[in-house]
């Protein structure tokens, strides 16, 4: 009885999907009707919806946004400028909306999504008539000086409502936005500090070593570009032993990550 209801049960889904890939508008139709949507939601509920803010460590103000299985990636970046004479005392915004060819199977590589221009007007001009951005506080010396904000946006799932999950990312990442502090040069010029302890290994390395082993910890290559050639042998075989234990490590990671997915 088990096998035959569920042999009943799979057949009805195929059905239904089959019914919904012929006649799209006639199974919408259907469910407008009840008052529901395919998945069960009222037609006056939406998907659930989450924000996480500073996704982007390096970005200046960053924000995911999901709603449903759309997902959206915001990340500002400030640079300073040299204002125009007709908004001397204003900076600026620029927005870049992104549908890269994972986010989607309509998106080809090497094709730029036709929705995605007009997806980043309507940003472009939802953000900036709102007013929710006082470009005059963006100034830093009228005439001389301001911030240019860029937002970009990624789309990484496209799931319908782009544009409102884009939205939703990109006010987010407003939201998170850290102004950078800045300094005048010798020359007169407003730069961006750098920041105190932010000096990172790599740039002040020597030489990178980058190892390369299978997943029986067997040398696929070895990389590295410039350096004493073999003064440090050892160092070098060092970092071999040190990625058989990483690669042991990253094995447990990926399993468990499988093995999550196919609970869920």
Not at 189 to 194: A, L, P
């Amino acid at each position: 009885m088990g096998s035959s209801g569920a042999s009943g049960d799979l057949s009805g889904e195929m059905e239904v999907d089959a019914f919904r890939r012929l006649f799209p508008l006639r199974f919408y139709e259907r469910h407008l009707l009840e008052s529901v949507r395919p998945d069960a939601r009222p037609l006056g509920r939406a998907r659930d919806t989450t924000v996480a803010l500073g996704a982007v460590a390096t970005a200046d103000g960053s924000a995911m946004a999901k709603i449903g299985c759309t997902t959206m990636l915001a990340a500002i970046k400030l640079e300073v400028m040299t204002p125009p004479l007709d908004s001397s005392d204003e900076g600026s915004v620029a927005i870049d909306f992104h549908m890269p060819p994972i986010c989607s199977p309509i998106v080809r590589p090497g094709r730029p999504a036709e929705v995605a221009p007009v997806v980043s007007k309507q940003l472009s001009d939802a953000i900036i008539s709102s007013g929710m951005i006082n470009l005059k506080e963006l100034s830093l010396v009228s005439g001389k000086a301001a911030w240019m904000a860029y937002l970009d946006i990624y789309c990484l799932d496209a799931d319908g409502a782009l544009f409102d999950a884009a939205l939703l990312a990109a006010v987010a990442a407003f939201s998170h936005l850290q102004i950078p502090a800045v300094t005048v040069n010798d020359d007169g010029r407003v730069v961006i500090m750098s920041g105190e302890n932010e000096e990172e290994e790599e740039s002040v390395m020597e030489t990178p070593v980058t190892v390369v082993l299978d997943s029986s910890s067997r040398l696929v290559s070895l990389y590295k570009p410039g350096g004493p050639v073999l003064a440090y042998m050892s160092a070098v075989q060092d970092c071999v032993a040190l990625t058989r234990q990483r690669v042991k490590e990253l094995q447990k990671i990926l399993s468990d990550a499988i093995s999550d997915m196919e609970v869920d």
